[in-house]
């Protein structure tokens, strides 16, 4: 049975932290996370960290999806793609 993504909680601080595993295609790319892309929601709350993880899952994706553009040997960017690189 597969689980959805949600905010992990620190068993010792209490607060919570997005993390996922850096896809393999882009990991040789983004060498700063190592394996996993991990950042700090900045809360205790349960349910203000449901929301803050949402956010920060779409950033990260942008930032897969970027790096993946950016590091494509065929990569000619667009007007679209140059909106989205210079976020």
């Not at 992990?8 to 060498?31: A, E, F, N, T």
């Not at 950033?59 to 793609?81: I, V």
Request: glycine share 4%; with cysteine.
């Amino acid at each position: 049975m597969a689980f959805m993504a949600q905010p992990w909680k620190d068993p010792r601080s209490g607060i919570y932290y997005i993390r996922r595993r850096v896809p393999k295609d882009v990991k040789p790319h983004l060498l700063q996370f190592g394996e996993f892309y991990k950042r700090s929601l900045e809360t205790t709350c349960r349910l203000e960290a449901k929301t803050r993880f949402a956010a920060e899952w779409t950033k990260s994706e942008e930032l897969f999806g970027r790096t993946r553009l950016q590091n494509q040997s065929d990569f000619q960017p667009d007007a679209r793609d140059a909106v989205q690189l210079a976020a």
